[in-house]
């Protein structure tokens, strides 16, 4: 696999260094399907680690050793075990996206009649769900490392969408929200979401959370239409 561990820099203790000093970013972008292959392992090592034994007593050292690769190679990538935790939160998103982009598209085969609000609240939850102590580490290493504002990203997805849909119930009065009203309604899910996931996912069962949400999004939309027209 890797080579040989190349020198470290001297005066280095990249444990030490709090979170916040950090962007997250990677140091090179694994293109090559080597370096991805390299960085999935570190990934996954990090993983493990972090469900086994917490993030306290994380270190690149052991994620290299359980990785497979050299230090210097996950150097090469990251510059702390909090860039490689920003990393991973970040793709964890990316598939959060994708899979309620998926279920928002995808034609309703069920007899149900299930509203897209709620499918786009079952892949938000179910994203958000398993591995439980790890998801709560990567979201406190976000929130810590000043990325909070990302965390929102698939729910601005499904926000936008619903306001595109005519046959949406509440679309229209979606529309009307303002850009005040919206700021609140999806950090008010994605601060719900994030603290199931963090307190391991056992107050509430994935469905009772899914239907309780997709009620707030649809009760506070009405609220805010109802408002506004008081108003006028």
């Known amino acids: 696999m890797a080579s040989a561990c190349p020198k470290q820099p001297k005066k280095r203790n990249p444990e030490m260094t709090q979170s916040k000093r950090h962007s997250g970013d990677t140091r090179r972008t694994p293109r090559q399907q080597r370096s991805r292959q390299a960085v999935d ?11 086994s034994q917490g993030v306290e007593r994380l270190t690149t050292a052991r994620i290299a050793e359980l990785s497979g690769y050299g230090v210097g190679t996950l150097y ?3 510059p702390d075990k909090y860039a490689i935790l920003v ?11 994708k899979s309620v982009q998926q ?3 995808q034609p ?3 007899k149900e009649n299930t509203s897209a609000t709620q499918k786009a609240m079952h892949a938000l939850v179910c994203g958000f769900g398993g591995r439980q102590r790890l998801r709560g580490a990567l979201l406190t290493t976000m929130i ?3 990325h909070a504002s990302e965390l929102s990203a698939p729910i601005e997805l499904i926000v936008n969408f619903l306001r595109h849909q005519d046959q949406e119930p509440g679309a229209k009065e979606m529309n009307r929200l303002s850009s005040d009203q919206l700021y609140i309604l999806t950090r008010a899910v994605v601060g ?3 603290a199931w ?4 996912c056992t107050r509430l069962s994935p469905h009772t959370l899914e239907v309780e949400l997709t009620h707030l999004v649809q009760n506070y939309v009405h609220h805010a239409a109802c408002a506004a027209d008081q108003s006028t």
């Open 108 to 110: 309703d085969t069920t």
């Open 87 to 97: 990393a991973m939160a970040r793709r964890e998103l990316d598939t959060i996206v």
């Open 197 to 200: 996931a963090m307190e391991g």
């Open 76 to 78: 090469d990538y990251f």
């Open 41 to 51: 392992a570190i990934f996954e090592a990090t993983a493990r680690l972090v469900e």
């Open 103 to 105: 279920a928002l598209t």
């Open 144 to 146: 810590a490392s000043g």
């Open 192 to 194: 719900i979401i994030r």
